[in-house]
């Protein structure tokens, strides 16, 4: 059904394999200086002056291609890391697994890489290469020239380069036929791109929903029977994998791609056996949530990683509630408990930094919270730092099918009135009057006689 309705999965027009390489000409491709960021213009500048070759490369490229802005513009050299600092002040090195120069003016960082090449170039020995048993590249810092770099990239449409030598765009591998047939295809026999980096597959869903582009059939092949290396990457690196999935503008679709392919569960396993087991109210929740985020972004509006988790995590947490009323808990402490146990489990899979997990809970915690509304209560939790979070994720959580007797029209409404209809509104709830106690006399204890 989601292959048909959003048409994510084509056959290639070519076979999958390196094509001669192709210099496009600056009066054949829309890519200029004036849509680079002048911060990168200058590192490309700086290089070629001193000696080095370096290209615009990836997203930046692409994206220009697409008459989109780009986000990132990202650069590759012949220069080494180590030169690369020499030329720049600004500049520092990062990654063990990946050895890259970071070029930092103010807020931007211009990321610069050495060309790659494949790991046949060296010795299994090698410090420089390394995989595991099941391929995966461990460390990857053997270095090469332009076309072996190009290779080394995952998808075609990432591996174009623009040179500001000559103003030509660099194509090795047939990028620009596919971007002008909306197609990801995988550079290379696909199997062995994933195994060697299985956040790949991850990639192929996050690209087809951002760009709206086809994921070629022969890339799409492998993924639901390899999604399982996806245990092996660690759960820090899933945890910003995650926020590139579904804050980009484009959650919802990137949800629908990655179910299609069997990736979520690896990802939100607990939300995926809710979803295979047909809870209605797991599927309008998430579908509500991401749609809702999308919206926020495309408008230029904040959004936080804690609202995402708290929604993707919300169908078990409420599960595991239930089973621990049923069982004689209050709410709050079923809250508490269910929310413990969930987030364990999630932690195995993505990490979860505390900065978001503990404002997740305490939008969870809210919602026990606001129910009761009596006296000060109501007025007390307007002025909670997570109050709007919690009450958009009550509306979710209505819209969404769970049955909370109007308790969101009453708080949308409590929130517009005035003293005196607030206060109405709280007799309303209470059955009697909702006037705040006077507070109670301190007690005289008699004194001790000596």
């Known amino acids: 059904m989601l292959n048909k309705i959003f048409n994510f999965i084509r056959p290639g027009s070519k076979p999958s394999r390196p094509a001669k390489l192709n210099i496009i000409p600056r009066d054949h491709h829309p890519v200029s200086r004036k849509k680079i960021s002048p911060n990168a213009v200058k590192v490309l500048y700086r290089l070629n002056n001193a000696g080095f070759d370096a290209f615009l490369v990836g997203g930046g490229v692409r994206d220009i291609y697409l008459n989109d802005t780009p986000k990132d513009f990202d650069i590759a050299t ?154 092996n990457i660690p759960s820090a690196r899933l945890f910003e994998e995650v926020l590139k999935l579904f804050l980009s503008g484009q959650g919802f679709r990137t949800f629908s791609i990655l179910r299609e392919l069997g990736l979520f569960k690896f990802l939100f396993p607990g939300a995926d056996d809710l979803l295979e087991a047909g809870a209605p109210y797991a599927e309008k929740l998430l579908t509500a949530a991401l749609k809702n985020t999308d919206s926020r972004i495309n408008a230029n509006k904040p959004v936080t990683p804690a609202f995402l988790y708290a929604t993707m995590l919300w169908p078990e947490v409420l599960q595991n509630k239930t089973v621990y009323t049923e069982q004689g808990l209050p709410p709050l402490p079923a809250t508490h408990k269910a929310a413990q146990i969930v987030i364990e489990q999630q932690i195995k899979h993505t990490a979860l930094p505390r900065r978001f997990s503990q404002p997740m809970k305490e939008i969870w915690e809210l919602q026990e919270r606001l129910v009761k509304r009596q006296g000060r209560r109501a007025e007390a939790l307007l002025e909670h730092p997570r109050f709007r979070a919690a009450y958009d994720f009550l509306l979710l959580r209505e819209q969404s099918g769970e049955q909370l007797e109007g308790l969101g029209d009453w708080w949308t409404e409590f929130q517009q009135s005035d003293p005196n209809h607030r206060l109405k509104l709280q007799e309303k709830t209470s059955g009697k009057s909702g006037k705040p106690r006077r507070p109670r006399r301190p007690r005289h204890r008699p004194r001790k006689r000596d």
């Open 78 to 231: 012949n220069a080494t890391p180590e030169e690369v600092r020499s030329l720049f002040g600004n500049c520092r090195l990062i990654g063990r697994r990946f050895r890259l120069a970071h070029v930092r003016f103010g807020r931007e960082i211009i990321e610069v890489a050495t060309f790659r090449a494949g790991h046949d170039k060296v010795e299994e020995s090698s410090v420089q290469a390394a995989t595991n048993q099941e391929g995966q590249i461990l460390r990857d810092n053997v270095y090469g020239n332009q076309q072996e770099d190009a290779l080394r990239r995952d998808f075609t449409v990432n591996a174009l380069y623009y040179s500001v030598a000559d103003f030509s765009v660099y194509d090795y591998v047939g990028g620009v036929q596919d971007l002008e047939d909306r197609l990801l295809r995988l550079i290379g026999d696909p199997a062995t791109r994933y195994r060697e980096d299985p956040v790949r597959m991850l990639r192929a869903a996050r690209f087809s929903a951002k760009l709206d582009f086809a994921i070629e059939s022969a890339t799409a092949a492998p993924i639901e029977e390899l999604a399982p290396l996806l245990l």
